[in-house]
C-alpha cells in the first residue's frame, strides 16, 4: 500500500535521489493555484518537468495519457524517473495511469488537491481512463509510492468542489461509520470537505478497506455505494455536455440506493434523505430513464450480469453484492423522476 506522507516527508524522499529524474504532471488550474505552493514547501521539485493537461473529467482520455506518454519519450524519462501528480481525482487517475505503465511503472507521488482526490481518487492505487463517455473503462490498480495530504491546497479549492469532495465523505460516514455520520451533520456539505479531522477520518477509513481487500475482489465494493446510478448520471452528463461533477452525481445515486436498502430503519433514511436533499440538487428530470438504464445495463456486465448494489444495513453498516431486478431498478427511477 501506498504510504501517507506530509509534503516536507515528500522532500525528504525526494532529495534522497537527486539524480532521477522528476516530472510533475498538473492541469491549468493546479499550475496556477498549487504548483506555488508545492514548490515552495519542496525544494526537490524545482527543476521538474512540468506536463500540463486540459482541466475536467472530459480530458480523462487515451489521447490525454498518450500526450504525456509522449512528452516524457521526448524528454527521455527512463524507469527510474519520479512522477509526481498534482491535482484532483482527474490528475492523479491519468497521472496513476501512466506511473503504472510507463517503462512497465515507474515511482509515483500523489498529491491530491482536492477533497475528493483527497479522501478517494488517489488512496487505494486505483488509476483508471474512460472510453467515450462511458467512465473508468481501462485502468489498473498499481500503488502509488506515496500520497501527500496537505489540506493548505483546500484554501483555493471552489465550495461546489468542497461540496462534491464532501458526498464521498458522508458516503464513507454512511458505509463505516456511524458516529462520524452524525458528527458530519452538524456541519455543511462545504464545510466538511475542509474539514482537516473528518478528511483524515476518511482517509483512514478507506485504507482499512483497501488494506482487507486492495484488488476489490470483496469488501473493496462497499465504496461504491451510490455509485452504480450515480456513474450512469456522471456518464450520461458527459455524453449531453451537462456540467456535473463526480460527487454531484453520487449524491443522487445514494438517494436511491437508500431507497432501495429495505433494512435500513425508516428514522435513519429519512435523516439522511433530509440531509441531502436539503443540500444538494437531487432532480433527474433532465435524464432519460432508458439512457440511464443503458449505463447501468453495460455496468451490468461487469457484475456476473446482475445489477449489482452496495445497500445499507443501518447508517455506518453496508452491504456489497446485493441483487436489484430491473422492474425494481425501473420502478423507482420512473417514481422518483
Ligand atoms: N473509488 C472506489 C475505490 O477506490 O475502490
Redesign the pocket.
Known amino acids: 500500500m501506498e504510504r501517507i506522507l506530509t509534503l516536507k516527508g515528500l522532500n525528504n524522499v525526494l532529495t534522497r535521489k537527486p539524480n532521477e529524474k522528476k516530472v510533475i504532471v498538473l492541469d491549468s488550474n493546479t499550475y496556477k493555484y498549487c504548483l506555488p505552493i508545492l514548490l515552495s514547501k519542496v525544494n526537490a521539485l524545482h527543476e521538474a518537468t512540468i506536463l500540463e493537461i486540459g482541466v475536467g473529467e472530459r480530458n480523462k482520455t487515451i489521447d490525454t495519457y498518450m500526450s504525456i506518454v509522449k512528452g516524457l519519450v521526448e524528454e527521455g524519462f527512463d524507469r527510474h524517473s519520479q512522477l509526481i501528480a498534482l491535482g484532483g481525482g482527474v490528475v492523479t487517475d491519468i497521472a496513476g495511469f501512466v506511473g503504472s505503465s510507463y517503462k512497465r511503472g515507474i515511482d509515483t507521488y500523489m498529491i491530491p488537491t482536492t477533497t475528493l482526490a483527497m479522501v ?1 481518487a488517489s488512496i ?1 492505487g ?1 488509476s483508471a481512463l474512460n472510453v467515450g463517455e462511458i467512465k473508468n473503462q481501462i485502468g489498473f490498480v498499481h500503488f502509488p509510492q506515496m500520497v501527500c495530504i496537505d489540506t493548505s491546497f483546500l484554501s483555493t479549492l471552489p465550495s461546489r468542489h468542497k461540496k462534491n469532495g464532501a458526498v464521498e465523505m458522508i458516503k464513507t460516514a454512511l458505509i463505516a461509520d456511524r458516529e462520524l455520520f452524525y458528527d458530519m451533520m452538524e456541519y455543511s456539505p462545504e464545510e466538511i470537505g475542509e474539514n482537516e479531522f473528518f478528511i483524515k477520518q476518511c482517509v483512514k477509513i478507506k485504507r482499512d478497506i ?1 488494506r482487507s481487500d486492495p484488488f ?1 475482489l470483496s469488501m ?1 465494493q462497499k ?2 455505494f451510490g455509485h452504480t446510478i450515480g456513474h450512469a448520471i456522471e456518464s450520461d452528463a458527459i455524453k449531453h455536455g451537462i456540467d456535473m461533477l463526480h460527487g454531484e452525481a453520487v449524491v443522487i445515486g445514494m438517494l436511491y440506493a437508500i431507497e432501495l436498502s429495505k433494512d435500513m430503519p425508516v428514522g435513519q433514511k429519512n435523516t439522511v434523505k433530509k440531509y441531502i436533499t436539503k443540500h444538494f440538487d437531487t432532480t433527474i428530470d433532465k435524464y432519460d430513464i432508458n439512457e440511464l438504464m443503458n449505463y447501468m445495463d453495460e455496468d451490468k456486465k461487469n457484475s456476473c450480469g446482475k445489477y449489482n448494489f452496495v445497500l445499507l444495513k443501518e447508517i455506518g453498516e453496508s452491504i456489497y453484492g446485493q441483487e436489484v431486478s430491473k422492474e425494481q431498478l425501473n420502478r423507482i427511477l420512473n417514481f422518483k423522476n
Request: aromatic share 0%; proline share 0%; glycine share 12%.
Open positions: 478517494d487505494g486505483k483497501v476489490d473493496r465504496l461504491n
